[in-house]
């Protein structure tokens, strides 16, 4: 079972809900952080990251002695990598995206494939014992997704050896990271908050995730202000609504001191635990209880 906690926007309590429910998850689980940009929830397992993987990008590599100059590999180019501006193409490895159709077009060999670091795949285990995954993206570099897939053959590899569940920390918003993260989901959990701003990018995520055929559903974190237009939405869009998190000044301060849900108080963890339950629930289909 694989199922990515996400959210329309940043700083609705996302990775909050993931850390919690890797800490409560009534199964083996391995969490996995796709937000490979800001990662951290390593941080709130407290997990000892063991080891770490250089992961590459294969971009085309120039020799000056063989090219022609013909412009075949520029005109092959549907991400305006290569430009001519001289006697030989300008490479722009930040746009490549690593098709190899300029390879297969030269015809003098000129072009040779050559890597570009994209970041580090990173693999740790809890103070418990549960295995955590995540990716590190190289600063500067633009394209998360190769990484974020990178991360994915590592855990593949670590489940065919040790079979679990696996609860992944998305990163927020609607774009191709988050999409990328959830594209293998059993569920998808929603976590929002009752804002206008909140709504506003739940209606976002939930449309553009919507495309990808995954089964959703939605947490409201921070409840107690006016969760009725949120409400309204899911029982609008058929999202059913899993969990209310109250509002609790105790909840901002554990989080701020690097502590999970879970320890606040058992009234939360309590919580968490049914939350737990209703997701595996609902992606488990009847009469299953497979891992991933």
């Known amino acids: 079972m694989i199922i990515a906690v ?55 590599r120039i020799d000056p002695a063989l090219c022609t100059g013909c412009g075949a590999c520029r005109d092959a180019c549907a991400f305006n990598a290569l430009a001519m501006v001289g006697p030989v193409p300008m490479l722009f490895p930040e746009l490549c995206h690593a098709c190899g ?16 670091l994209l970041g580090e795949v990173l693999e740790g285990r809890t103070p418990r014992g549960g295995r955590v ?20 053959v590592a855990l593949r590899a670590s489940l065919a050896q040790e079979p679990a569940d696996v609860l992944i920390d998305a990163p927020p918003g609607a774009s191709c990271p988050a999409l990328e993260a959830v594209r293998d989901a059993d569920l998808v959990v929603l976590v929002t908050e009752p804002t206008p701003f909140g709504l506003h990018d739940l209606r976002l995520a939930w449309g553009a995730m919507k495309g990808l055929g995954r089964r959703m559903a939605v ?74």
């Not at 159709?101 to 570009?116: K, S, Y």
């Not at 990716?135 to 190769?146: K, N, S, T, W, Y």
Request: aromatic share 4%.
């Open 6 to 60: 996400a959210s329309g926007k940043g700083g609705t309590g996302k990775t909050t809900v993931a850390a919690g429910l890797a800490r409560v998850w009534p199964r083996p689980v391995v969490a996995v952080d796709f937000d490979v940009e800001a990662p951290n929830l390593d941080l709130f397992l407290n997990a000892t990251m063991t080891r770490e993987i250089q992961a590459t990008l294969p971009v085309p």
């Open 101 to 116: 159709g300029c390879l297969l077009r030269c015809p003098t060999g000129a072009l040779v494939e050559d890597q570009r």
């Open 219 to 292: 947490v409201i974190n921070r409840a107690g202000f006016d969760d009725q237009g949120v409400r309204t939405f899911c029982a609008e869009a058929g999202l059913p609504v899993l969990a209310a998190l109250p509002f609790d000044r105790d909840v901002a301060e554990a989080y701020a001191r690097g502590r999970t849900l879970d320890e606040v108080g058992p009234e939360h963890a309590g919580r968490l635990r049914a939350l737990a339950q209703a997701i595996t629930a609902l992606a488990t289909p009847s009469g299953e209880t497979a891992h991933a």
């Open 133 to 152: 995954f995540a990716g590190r993206l190289r600063i500067g570099e633009a394209h998360a997704p190769p990484l974020m897939r990178k991360v994915r």
